[in-house]
């Protein structure tokens, strides 16, 4: 199925900025995006649980998070139990058990080298810590690959909010209008839009069409490889 654009829901301005510029710069999200982690993160999130002993949540309550940091899954236990000792048990069950359970999606490494090859610029914008992040580009072969990478740690204000996508195009020295950004939730769309950059939605992760129209993406994405076709369109609309 080709590529499909929406009408963007933001000022007539700023679409009429972004549509006259021309794309020079990719930033993509990682899990559910590039890598396909998120059975293992939300393993993690009921390993996590279970070892302090707090009532179980369902995949789906769990699922509605991701994409935002893990303080903000275990805000409602940032009394009792605490949030350190939370993130510490998540991240030491995650981290014992990456390397063999992430992978990269299928053709989401092709593209984003041949994104590369054809000169545009990419960055990563994740709400992982980066050394998270640097791991998960390692596991899909991707290691330098990306000119900047934005993480939990590098912001104060993580996604939905749109610091992260500013922090990258900022490092990048390039405009919103020069950008899109790729991701597979409501939350990368609501941090990109907020952003000013075009927002791409994968259907490829853990979200349907139906979860993510909410936010408005402007280009919808059933597979990886359309999305170089696309760069392309876009970088030559001047």
């Not at 990368?188 to 408005?216: N, Y």
């Amino acid at each position: 199925m080709p590529v499909l654009p929406v009408l963007p829901a933001v000022p007539v301005l700023s679409v009429y900025i972004w549509r006259m510029s021309q794309l020079t710069t990719v930033l993509f999200d990682l899990d559910g995006t590039i890598i396909d982690s998120v059975r293992l993160i939300i393993d993690s999130y009921h390993h996590t649980l279970r070892t302090h002993g707090l009532p179980a949540r369902t995949d789906d309550q769990w699922l509605a998070g991701i994409g935002t940091p893990l303080r903000v899954q275990f805000a409602d236990w940032a009394d009792d139990p605490g949030i350190e000792p939370m993130i510490q048990t998540y991240r030491d069950y995650n981290l014992a058990h990456h390397d063999t359970r992430v992978s990269a999606y299928p053709g989401i490494v092709d593209t984003i080298l041949g994104i590369r090859a054809a000169g545009f610029r990419t960055g990563l914008v994740t709400s992982k810590k980066r050394s998270g992040a640097e791991r998960g580009l390692r596991i899909a072969g991707l290691m330098g690959t990306m000119e900047v990478v934005v993480g939990e740690d590098d912001v104060e204000h993580p996604k939905p909010h749109p610091e992260p996508v500013f922090k990258a195009l900022d490092h990048l020295g390039v405009s919103a209008g020069e950008a899109i950004y790729v991701g597979d939730s409501v939350h990368d769309m609501r941090s990109g839009r907020a952003a000013g950059v075009r927002t791409a939605a994968v259907l490829w992760g853990p979200f349907a069409r139906a979860h993510l129209e909410p936010a408005a993406p402007d280009y919808w994405l059933e597979r990886p490889d359309p999305l170089l076709q696309l760069a392309r369109e876009l970088g030559q609309m001047m």
